[in-house]
């Protein structure tokens, strides 16, 4: 059993690579991000500022978040209710940044992560994985790219799905949440120093893939 930590800032290209190593060494893949919008998002329908750790954290202990592969596509669930596809809306980015920078969440969503991460082989992305959530993983990488490139994807990707943002306001976002999560106090953005880095930038995501694979299959 092995585990793969891959972190980096927003937009980098982290989820899609790592769902596709995944697939292809054939072990789970846990997008800990979407863990972090489903909080992100109960706090939004509640009304709740989402950087007021004392009330994002009053609401925590009567909040359920799941992690369900269906189709052996993995689902996100928030009380009972599959979130999947709501907590990808461009309003739920910043909510996701702010309520990660609150110690509280963090406890308990890391705690959730640990236990997939000890049951199975799997592949984390996010933030923090190779630096606080799994020190110990066997793999760990530091995907990044330049914030221009980053927002421009991050835009294609919206504007695919229907929703009506521009550019500069992607990117905007994309900078203030580059900030957000390297300032934090708790567990902020960092490359951890074992981890193996590298800039996707000019890169096609089958190229990332193939670069990963190859690093793994080397240290294996």
Known sequence: MFNIAIDGPAGAGKSTAAKIVAAKLGILYLDTG????????KALRRGINTRDAEKV????????????HIDKTQ??????????????????????SDVSA????????????????KQ???????????????????????????A?????????????KGQDVSYEDVLKDIVTRDKNDSTREFAPLKKA????????????????????LSIIGNKK
């Open 57 to 68: 954290a009053q609401m925590l202990p009567d909040t359920v978040v799941e992690i369900k």
């Open 193 to 212: 120093d074992d981890a193996f880095e590298f800039d996707t930038t000019t890169m096609s995501i089958d190229e990332v893939v193939e670069k990963l």
């Open 120 to 146: 199975n082989s799997c592949i984390l992305d996010g933030r923090d994985i190779g630096t606080y959530v799994l020190p110990d993983a066997q793999f760990k990488f530091y995907i990044t790219a330049t």
């Open 75 to 96: 689902n996100i669930f928030l009380d009972g209710e599959n979130v999947t596809h709501l907590i990808r809306e461009h309003n739920v980015s910043m909510a996701a």
């Open 34 to 41: 979407a863990m972090y919008r489903a909080i992100g998002l």
């Open 102 to 117: 609150i110690p509280a969440v963090r406890l308990k969503l890391v705690e959730l992560q640990r236990q997939i991460a």
């Open 148 to 160: 221009q490139e980053r927002a421009n994807r991050r835009h294609k990707e919206l504007l695919e």
